[in-house]
Nanobody, 129 residues
């Protein structure tokens, strides 16, 4: 059974940067798409970024140009580089993995929570104003 664990969260001032990492254990996720979601207090969990098997990347409009998602299949890991952070980015960030999937994904697939069957416990990101 696959387990995901996020790391790298913390407190950062507005305009700062953080890099989140998501390590997978149990089996290789080379043939799986990977995603990042977040949930702010009092709000629903929302899609942030994702990367499919081909390395194609997908971003929510709110983070496009500021966040970069990447994957390292050799390490079975994905990362989320977050630049120019804003107070609105404050949330618990979750990484997730899909079941084995096609080589190329679509935005509709990557942004839908129901596409993912494995989730990490989350890591808190707090951006101070």
């Amino acid at each position: 059974q696959v387990q995901l664990v996020e790391s790298g969260g913390g407190l950062v001032p507005a305009g700062g940067s953080l890099t989140l990492s998501c390590a997978a254990s149990g089996r290789s996720l080379r043939d799986h798409a990977r995603g990042w979601f977040r949930q702010a207090p009092g709000k629903d969990r929302e899609f942030v970024a994702g990367i499919d098997r081909s390395g194609g990347t997908f971003y929510a409009d709110s983070v496009k140009g500021r966040f970069t998602v990447s994957r390292d299949n050799a390490k079975n890991a994905v990362s989320l580089l977050m630049n120019n952070l804003k107070p609105d980015d404050t949330a618990v960030y979750y990484c997730a993995a899909t079941p084995r999937t096609a080589f190329f994904a679509t935005m509709n697939y990557m942004s839908a929570q129901k596409s993912y069957d494995t989730w990490g416990p989350g890591t808190q990101v707090t951006v101070s104003s």
